[in-house]
């Protein structure tokens, strides 16, 4: 059964992170962010590593169908080729008791942190050496380990994004604001995504590529309407061009013919992000400038949503499309079921029109740790102490009656 406006085999769900749902890695390159006072310490998530199968089944209950979920590889891979066998098998009880809640469980293999061995000693994504011998064998690993229970694959949770954040703002490790770093990051990220789908399409489970996505929108100057077109050509073009033409062209590098890229993923995936304003300053902002803001700073909005959903469309016709990721970070629910209401409207709206849209995952489904903010601004759908709040029941309501 599916709401009205929606197929029945759409895709509901909810998605999160290792490190929100269960803490950092101790070996992860965000544990020495935490260490260093450069983040809250994040302890043990939300404690789904413990109550997994409990919360399966509560997320279950929502009327959900499907769970998408971070297996950390920096937990998986202690050290450069050494194995943590009892880990491997703990996420493989996870997998089969998220089946047995009736949740078809989808696995991110990367999503904001990465081993330390491998990215801060081996140099990373932005090393070819690294990016084409380490994470392969981790990506043929993982088919190995966990193909016979995954419903569907995302290699890199918002590749581009997890490059600018890291290499670009500074904002997330290894804190770094530079522009050629930057681009090296965003290739290989691309690159590396590239190379997971590669080796994961011939499974039976569909491979998603999750793009971090928004409009964004600039005062009247013509220097902030150009950095505004220029972050719209980072976070738009350097994908879907690789996508549609086989050509990877990134803003300030030369442009690299990458055939083999051409017609990659079954699935275009939307990680939405709120719509953006650059400003006087050429900083990025909120739009409106006047709009409600989350504790991020900026301003969800369903209707860019749809407008984001739609473009998407428009660029990649006759691929499927899933939000991959959506969700306000406060602690006012009201709004929380606001957004989660207008949302609604506007995916029946998109398929209505036509939009291959097939599924919808809410980031997150329990409350966590949250990049940055730690436990104080939660996101979910469900409070720590399993508490399904009035946004919850919103969905359970249009899912199950």
Known sequence: MSAAGFPDTFVWGTTSSS???????????WSAWERDNDAPRSADGNGWATNYADDAALLATLGTNAVRVTIEWARLEIRDGIIDTDRVAHERQVLRDIRAAGLAPWITLHNGSLPGWF???????????????????????????FEDLVAGWVPIEDPIGWATRGYLMGTRPPGRRRPDQAREAIVGAIEANQAAWKLLQGGEAPVMVVLGLSTVRAVNSLEARNEAKHWDSVMWDLFLRSRREGVLDVPGGASLDRPEMAGAFDIIGVAYRPPLLLGEDLQLGPYPATARTDATGFAPNAEELGEVVRRLGELAPATPLMIAADGVTTTDDEWREELLRSTVIEMQRAIADGVPLTGYLYDTGIDGYEWLYGFNAPRGLIDRDRKIKASGHYLQALLTT
């Open 19 to 29: 490190v929100g749902s269960e803490g950092v890695a101790p070996n992860a390159d």
């Open 119 to 145: 990215h801060d000693d081996e140099g990373g994504f932005r090393d070819a050496k690294a990016r084409g011998y380490f994470w392969p064998r981790h990506v043929d690993r993982c088919a190995e380990w």
